[in-house]
């Protein structure tokens, strides 16, 4: 099946430093990806829909200049998480959708952030 | 985006069927019902997908009513590793379209 590959799958790094977290489809083209976090015990949380090529839509409350997406190509998308706070401490998770219709999303395998 | 309703947590024994239902009152004509399954510290895996009726495949079955309001997850013989988190979606699933989660059941499978 699809596989939906996430890197770093654990990081640590210290207050006011940038972090970048990598999704990759490695066996299909992924025209959307979609960048969520999960914070202990409770659900995904979306926070941007990205497309190759164009910018990526946030939602509502997600600052976009803090966490910067990068979409290049139809197999990479990046995460980067700029001035990285305790709060910022998250699981972060990628997903990846191909151009079928109805097909599953599928995910990566998450990034643990820790920032001390 | 329709809205999902599922139970919070729900408890079993090794060996039994598991049930799992979904409402969704809300669901539209071209959405499709898609179940995932998290461990802790994993990202979500794809469990199983339908429009209508009855679908089934290696791991599990999805009953979906004529309405379409509501659906449930089959779990044959669970096992003491089904423990995780059980996902309902709602959407058009048509490369693309954003998914919301909702807050997903908890299923604890006892020995």
């Known amino acids: 099946g699809a596989v939906v590959s996430q890197h770093p799958s654990r990081v640590i790094c210290k207050s006011g430093t940038s972090v970048k977290i990598e999704c990759r489809s490695l066996?299909?083209?992924?025209?959307?990806m979609f960048w969520y976090r999960q914070f202990p015990k409770q659900s995904l949380m979306l926070m941007a829909t990205s497309n190759e090529g164009s910018k990526a839509t946030y939602e509502q409350g997600v600052e976009k200049d803090k966490f910067l997406i990068n979409h290049a190509s139809l197999t990479l998308s990046t995460l980067t998480v700029t001035s990285a706070h305790p709060e910022d401490s998250s699981f972060y998770i990628c997903?990846?959708?191909?151009?079928?219709?109805?097909?599953?999303?599928?995910f990566g395998n998450g990034t643990r952030l820790t920032v001390t | 985006l329709a809205k999902t309703t599922q139970p919070i947590s729900m408890d079993s024994y090794e060996g039994q069927e598991v049930n799992i239902t979904c409402s969704h009152n809300n669901i539209a004509t071209n959405d499709y019902i898609t179940w995932y399954q998290q461990f802790p510290s994993q990202g979500p895996r794809f469990i199983i997908q339908?429009?209508?009726t009855k679908v089934t495949n290696e791991v599990a079955s999805l009953f979906i009513p004529a309405d379409r309001k509501s659906s449930t997850l089959s779990l044959p013989r669970v096992s003491l590793s089904d423990t995780a988190v059980y996902y309902c979606l709602v959407g058009p699933n048509t490369g693309g379209f954003k998914t919301i989660f909702g807050a997903g059941t908890r299923l604890f499978v006892k020995a």
């Open positions: 339908g429009y209508k």
């Open positions: 066996d299909f083209q992924a025209t959307t």
């Open positions: 997903s990846a959708s191909g151009e079928q219709a109805n097909s599953p999303l599928h």
